[in-house]
């Protein structure tokens, strides 16, 4: 990109939202994270970038951030991400992640900020009718999770038709991985590459495989994994095609399907460890198969995951947490307070 951009970036205290202001400012943008830190960590947080705690439900917070200086895009990430938990308080989801997002998308209209990068997902699909799933493919999610991402994407359809808000939603997969000394640590952990990893480290007694009976080779859930640094680097591929563009949407995964069984094994491969594994019932709302064509934004914006492989995506992670047992339990916090 040729010059610098002001950039927002909610929930930037987060796993992903962390790795993406750490490639801004790589790209010498300025950024300003702005994080409730329920589920993030100011430790996280790229030294350069400057930080305020706050809530994206918080309007008069956010009117006063965006009118210290001006914006050129926001990134945002913000939000409640767990599947499972979705489908047993479905209200706390639609709140979390559509209703917040909507206090922002009108303070962002108010200051006249007319790029955004959304964080999407790719539980829009439910259970796709094609795999690997192209950004075509009917939106039908199965759980509130996806069905409170795909309220966002509604609104900003229109917002985009009415007020022209320039947007680009990224519809992610698994991200997995490490970046740096940036990494993945959910309080509580629910993914399943941290929670093999932490089996492997004697963190934990085993790993559970959520369902059995599943139409697919081994009878376990197949999904798409991305390493996060590749998730960033498309990250700043629409943030520049923004410039050009008014609307894009894209799928972002590796295009390459692994079962739970098959990620325990190269896991126990990668570390050396005995891993053990105890089968439960399935979860509500979860898909069998869900695989990404990334075929779009290959072809549109150029972009090219550098770690393909699920080898080296788990062995990035293993790498983090033998430096970072606890997480982030132990850093130093860097919190700038409100007002600044």
């Not at 709140?95 to 829009?124: C, D, G, I, M, W």
């Not at 390459?256 to 105890?278: D, L, N, Q």
């Amino acid at each position: 990109m040729g010059f610098c951009l002001r950039i927002l970036v909610t929930g930037g205290a987060g796993y992903i939202g962390s790795v993406v202001a750490q490639a801004l400012l790589r790209e010498r943008h300025s950024v300003l994270v702005y994080d409730n830190l329920t589920h993030g960590y100011e430790a996280a947080v790229p030294r350069e970038a400057e930080f305020i705690q706050g809530d994206v439900a918080d309007r008069e917070k956010l009117d006063y951030v965006l009118s210290r200086s001006t914006f050129d895009a926001v990134m945002h990430f913000a939000a409640s991400i767990e599947a499972g938990e979705s489908m047993v308080v479905p209200e706390r989801y639609f709140r979390n992640n559509s209703a917040t997002t909507l206090t922002l998308l009108e303070v962002l209209l108010a200051h006249k900020v007319k790029r955004l990068v959304f964080s999407s997902t790719a539980a829009l699909y439910g259970n796709p009718e094609r795999v690997p799933i192209s950004e075509e493919e009917p939106l039908r999610p199965t759980n509130a999770y996806g069905e409170s991402k795909l309220l966002v994407e509604q609104m900003l359809t229109w917002l985009n038709r009415i007020h022209g808000l320039r947007y680009c939603s990224l519809r992610y997969f698994n991200a997995a991985g490490a970046s740096g000394e940036i990494g993945e640590a959910h309080q509580p952990e629910s993914h399943l590459i941290p929670l093999v990893l932490q089996v492997a480290a004697g963190q934990r007694k085993a790993i559970n495989i959520f369902g059995t009976d599943y139409p697919t080779s081994d009878g376990t859930c197949i999904r798409d994994y991305i390493h996060v640094h590749d998730l960033a680097t498309a990250h700043m591929l629409a943030l520049e095609a923004l410039g050009s563009h008014s609307r894009l949407i894209y799928n972002l995964g590796n295009g390459h399907g692994f079962s739970v069984r098959e990620v325990i094994e190269v896991a126990r491969a990668v570390t050396g460890r005995a891993i053990t594994a105890v089968e439960t019932p399935r979860r509500a709302g979860d898909p069998a198969v869900l695989v990404a064509s990334s075929d779009k934004i290959r072809k549109e914006l150029g972009w090219q995951p550098q770690y393909p492989k699920l080898e080296q995506i788990i062995e990035s992670a293993w790498r983090w947490l033998q430096t970072h047992p606890n997480g982030y339990a132990a850093a130093p916090e860097q919190q700038v307070q409100w007002p600044a």
